[in-house]
């Protein structure tokens, strides 16, 4: 679900850490578009605490992270960054009801949140609930259309499990767009296009 090299997990995590660390109080843009959350304050601690969690998470120590994430939520509910990275400590943990409630709450605060969106309509694929998780992608990349995980993913959604060629063609040919050295998935599309006939 969250295959990352060492290098692209220290970046997701730092990442995490921009987003959390620069989030906002007015809440977030109801308009389809990525909130802006540059204007909120968060007291140090809880920042301080948040990057603990995003250590924690990256050694693989899972538990710990849920419980200082729980924690940070505990002091700070204005923010999604916190709950998506609880709901995937919760997930690497084993535990997918608290992963979903986590994500799910994620969205409450920001509905258009690509990392949430991404991370729920994945678990909702691990769980066979693929149609659950073609709609989040779908509306997600309508609110995000250049976060390439949600475009990537809606294709291994649409080849791997939905058997829709057409779909996936169009999602890894968008994603290569976006992604143009990825070479795993410029193979993946080579062999797309070949069982379509093309």
């Known amino acids: 679900m969250w295959k990352l090299s060492g290098k692209a997990a220290a ?3 730092c990442i995490g850490l921009v987003i959390f660390l620069g989030a906002c109080a007015g809440g977030p843009a109801k308009t389809g578009k ?10 140090g601690g809880v920042s301080r605490d948040f990057e603990e ?4 998470l990256h050694a693989g120590e899972y538990q710990q992270a849920i419980s200082l994430l729980n924690d940070v939520v505990e002091r700070e509910q204005r923010l999604p960054a916190p709950y998506v990275n ?15 409630e986590s994500f799910l709450k994620a969205l409450e605060i920001d509905p258009v949140h690509p990392t949430a969106n991404n991370e729920l309509a994945v678990l909702y694929r691990k769980q066979g609930r693929f149609e659950e998780a073609r709609k989040i992608y779908t509306d997600a ?11 990537k993913n809606l294709g291994i959604l649409c080849d791997l499990y939905l058997q829709d060629l057409q779909c996936a063609l169009a999602q890894f040919d968008q994603y ?12 993946w599309m080579a062999d797309l296009k070949r069982r379509a006939g093309r």
Request: negative net charge.
């Open 86 to 100: 609880l709901g995937i400590a919760y997930y690497k943990s084993g535990d997918q009801k608290h992963a979903e």
């Open 141 to 151: 990349i309508s609110s995000n259309p250049e976060y390439s995980p949600l475009v």
């Open 34 to 43: 990525v909130a802006d959350y540059t204007k909120v304050r968060v007291a």
């Open 53 to 56: 969690s995003l250590q924690l």
């Open 176 to 187: 290569l767009k976006l992604n143009p050295d990825d070479q795993e998935v410029t193979i």
């Open 11 to 13: 970046r997701a995590l």
